[in-house]
């Protein structure tokens, strides 16, 4: 006896006649004649023939190929997956700024005065923001050249904005 988990896996059931999209003809509907009819030879068309409107066919431009002007480029498989990877990167990189961040915030406030506390406030939402800053003007900035330089620009922006109180300090270190 099969399984119920089988039933997915066979064709029974598909004469359903529901599912019928074939047109039939009326039943009513008068047969064609058995013999064609003669029409009179035509001396001239009775309208003009409007030219046929032809759209231009939107082509993928083959490898090494540059785009036409106006089109707008699409990403490679690797290059989606390496912006995602990226991206991921780059929300790690707002977590430890955060986590970092709040660690020397606390240090900051035991060990230094009122001013030094309003002056890293500032700088920590900076440091917070920095990695979706980049991001986001790396992708702005390098939307009209090859996909190589708009990577290049975001894996600057990874070396570049380690953060720094994470790694040094850590979450719950000295």
Do not use: K
């Not at 082509?59 to 498989?77: F, I, N, Q, Y």
């Not at 970092?100 to 002056?119: E, F, H, K, N, Y």
């Amino acid at each position: 006896m099969p399984r119920p988990d089988d039933d997915a896996l066979s064709w029974e059931g598909d004469d359903d006649p529901t599912l019928d999209t074939r047109v039939d003809a009326p039943a009513d509907a008068d047969p064609a004649p058995s013999a064609p009819v003669e029409t009179p030879p035509a001396t001239e068309p009775a309208t003009e023939p409007e030219p046929a409107v032809t759209r231009p066919v939107a082509e993928e431009p083959a490898p090494g190929e540059e785009p036409v002007e106006g089109e707008p480029r699409r990403l490679g498989d690797a290059a989606l997956v390496s912006l995602g990877v990226l991206g991921g990167v780059y929300l790690l990189w707002t977590v430890g700024w955060v986590l970092g961040s709040l660690r020397l915030r606390d240090w900051i406030q035991i060990r230094t005065g009122a001013v030094a506390d309003a002056m890293f406030h500032g700088s920590m939402v900076l440091g917070i923001l920095a990695p979706a800053i980049w991001f986001g003007a790396a992708w702005f900035l390098t939307r009209g050249r090859p996909t190589w330089v708009r990577i290049a620009a975001i894996v600057l922006g990874v070396i570049v904005l380690v953060p720094w109180p994470f790694v040094m300090v850590g979450v719950i270190g000295q």
